[in-house]
């Protein structure tokens, strides 16, 4: 196969020719080719795996040609002078008015930059997408090994072209060649993503110190591109950019700490929260302890465990998840206890309600016949006060834990969109995945777009949405002080960060701003990269308002749109199945309700307790003595160990709580509810006789 920029034809003697007059440039299919005074000198040919071709435009000496995300300027000659990046696949090249505007991306999701002097004037944000961030190594790799010399001497600034030429020279023994072009590759100068490929392959070659200086100007590129260690990023993100999380795994897989340490510590200063940040942090912390360095270990663990700031209820990077996890649990433990109970009182109602309903029709038939009078002889209507009180007590748990299962659910999956996972905020690509959010209206919807214009350099909109709304957010004031201090406003920004720090003094950005010097990484990461005051970024707790709102908001839904709620719980049931339960859960919970203040059925006095009552009693711990504080107890305390017993089993998962209980616990908790219930069926059944028989004496005592 060809290379991107291998010389098709090139007449390598052309290269030596005097003179740029009369040059030419022509694209015919994928091939640019090269003339001088009539005469072939040189020729490029892209493959069509590299992507679309735009172009060429000729401004001056300079041929420009886009081929995917990447902008070539050729000389005369056909070699390549410069070479520009884009954010994305270039969808066009426009030259009138003596200036280069290049658009890169899709229809409806399209930067648009200028080219002048030989850059880029505005900010580039990489889509997270390896055609894209790995053009350039590619480009580098489709290039045969014939080819490989014409194609350095045609463009020299691919590193990757570089490496390979330096391995093919190296192999037939040229090592001053090998030497010459490994330097070299490590000269250029490359966007950080291409930066940390350079460096992996250092890395294999055995070059640390070529590994290192990739990684100094791949933090010093990520900085000046405006992507911040404040911001959470993907594991997806970081393997398109680059993928040092990819590379840390091997080192540590081969036990090779010192460079691992490098690695991972290039990780902590510029995106300390990837996704699994806090594991890989503690699994190096385990490594380093195991090598007895247990001062570096335990640095590294409280470190991880100082991330948990400003997440949900500060429970660390999966706090929502544990969140659904817990919700989930809840769910099963109360519908258990539910079941258990209402089975218990049917045990016990079952004979009394036959008779009841024989005049109107039978059991069943009478809902037909008489809905409402055999309404009034469902299960629960011959169950007391106290016992009503508890079922609408456990059905209502039941509902506020689906409801919070729901809502953590649907905001980690919102939390999750690949346009927040990127490091940064900004660029086409960004609205468009903020546009798929549907973000609630407030100071965190506007705190996000403001970030993301002042980041693109569009200070007018940042400031118009930082101020909407009443009052601005703490972070939002604090970016509103930049703005200022940008227009040379010193005072009125010192105010504003005054006022940002006085509303949220747990804030780094305005104590920075203030010249405070707090300690965080992200104040470190600001220190030694950038020269600009500090913006305020939101946190997990942000985000989760701006797009799902509170908890509360989601229980507020369940009281008004109960039917919403419960047919949006994430479980696996089909739609019909779905909307059955939510339906039968609903109606039980009406009719709990309704039942609290229906008047219980004359023959209620005759249930007695039937053998098979007196059964469930035993087996269902605490389903008898819900009249009583001891009884929900005991009922709740068995659910849970049945619930923790599931979860072993695997018949339920929640990977994100604590690890299950031991057996010995759960049998011993188990032992003890069962002792405890036995004893309390036992003096309730005492109890029972003694009335009978004091009734009965007094019914004899009044003959």
């Keep these: 196969m060809t290379s991107s920029l291998a010389l098709s034809g090139l007449a390598l003697s052309g290269l030596a020719l005097s003179g740029l007059a009369q040059g030419a440039a022509v694209l015919e299919g994928r091939s640019l080719n090269f003339e001088l005074n009539g005469k072939p000198v040189g020729s490029a040919r892209f493959p069509a795996v590299l992507g679309d071709i735009s172009g060429p435009v000729a401004q001056n000496d300079t041929t420009w040609l886009a081929v995917g995300p990447a902008l070539y300027g050729f ?20 030259g009138s008015g003596g200036l280069l505007r290049v658009t890169a991306g899709p229809s409806g999701a399209q930067d648009s930059y200028t080219v002048s002097r030989d850059r880029i004037q505005e900010r580039v944000v990489f889509v997270p997408d390896k055609a894209v961030t790995n053009w350039l190594a590619q480009a ?77 100007r791949a933090a010093r590129d990520y900085a000046e591109r405006g992507y911040d260690p404040a911001l959470p990023v993907s594991r997806a993100a970081l393997n398109a950019y680059g993928d040092p999380l990819g590379e840390v795994e091997i080192l540590l897989s081969r036990s090779n700490l010192d460079r691992a340490d490098v690695w991972i510590r290039y990780l902590r200063q510029v995106s300390p929260r990837f996704e699994g940040a806090a594991a890989l942090y503690r699994r190096y912390a385990e490594l380093l302890g195991a090598q007895g360095r247990s001062g570096e270990a335990e640095e590294w663990r409280a470190y991880a465990a100082s991330l948990v700031g400003g997440t949900v209820y500060n429970l660390g990077e999966f706090s929502l998840l544990t969140l659904r996890d817990a919700a989930r649990l809840c769910a099963l433990v109360l519908l258990i206890s539910v079941c258990a109970a209402y089975l218990t009182l049917s045990a016990r109602a079952w004979r009394v309600q036959g008779q009841g309903t024989a005049a109107l029709g039978g059991r069943y038939l009478s809902w037909l016949r008489h809905p409402l009078s055999r309404l009034r002889r469902s299960v629960l209507a011959y169950a007391g006060l106290g016992e009503k009180l508890i079922a609408v007590a456990l059905l209502s748990g039941l509902l506020v834990s689906l409801s919070a299962w729901t809502w953590a659910a649907q905001t980690q999956a919102r939390l999750q969109a690949p346009a927040l996972g990127i490091g940064t905020y900004g660029g086409a690509w960004f609205y468009g995945g903020l546009d798929g959010l549907e973000l609630r209206p407030g100071g965190g919807a506007a705190l996000l777009r403001g970030l993301a214009a002042q980041l693109d350099g569009d200070e007018a909109a940042a400031r118009s949405l930082y101020q909407a709304g009443d009052a601005p957010l703490p972070c939002s004031q604090n970016n509103l002080g930049v703005l200022a201090q940008n227009r040379g406003d010193s005072v009125q920004a010192r105010e504003l960060w005054r006022a940002s720090l006085s509303a949220a003094p747990d804030l780094s950005a305005p104590a920075y701003n203030l010249g405070l010097q707090p300690g965080d990484p992200e104040a470190s990461f600001q220190r030694l990269y950038r020269t600009t005051p500090r913006l305020c ?24 749109n109960p039917w919403r709620t419960l047919m949006a719980t994430p479980t696996t049931f089909s739609g019909p199945v779905q909307g059955a339960w939510a339906l039968l859960l609903l109606l039980a919970y009406v009719l709990c309700l309704l039942w609290l203040l229906t008047p219980i059925p004359e023959e209620a006095r005759r249930t007695g307790r039937p ?86 004496d007094g019914g004899l005592g009044g003959r």
Excluded: C
């Design 75 to 94: 000389t005369a000659r056909g070699v390549v002078r410069t070479r520009l990046e884009f954010s994305n696949v270039i969808g066009g090249l426009d």
């Design 611 to 696: 053998a098979l009552f007196r059964a469930l009693a035993l087996l269902l711990p605490g389903s008898a003595l819900l009249d009583g504080a001891w009884g929900v107890v005991l009922l709740l305390g068995w659910a849970a160990a049945i619930g923790v017993l599931l979860i072993g089993r695997g018949a339920v998962r929640v990977p994100y709580l604590p690890g299950p209980l031991s057996m010995g616990v759960v049998l011993a908790l188990l032992v003890v509810v069962y002792a405890l219930n036995t004893l309390g069926v036992a003096l309730q059944e005492v109890g029972h006789r003694r009335g009978r028989r004091a009734a009965l």
């Design 140 to 216: 580098a790799a489709l290039v045969p090994e014939t080819a490989l010399k014409a194609a350095v001497a045609q463009d020299p600034t691919n590193p990757f072209l570089a490496l390979r030429y330096a391995a093919q020279a190296n192999a037939r023994g040229d090592t001053v060649t090998a030497l010459a072009e490994t330097q070299r590759a490590a000269s250029l100068e490359v966007p950080f993503p291409a930066a940390l490929s350079l460096a992996s392959r250092f890395e294999m070659l055995g070059n640390p110190a070529a590994a290192n200086l990739q990684l100094s």
């Design 537 to 560: 970024y939101p946190d997990q707790r942000s985000l989760v308002q701006a797009q799902g709102g509170s908890l509360a908001g989601q229980l507020r839904m369940l009281v008004f």
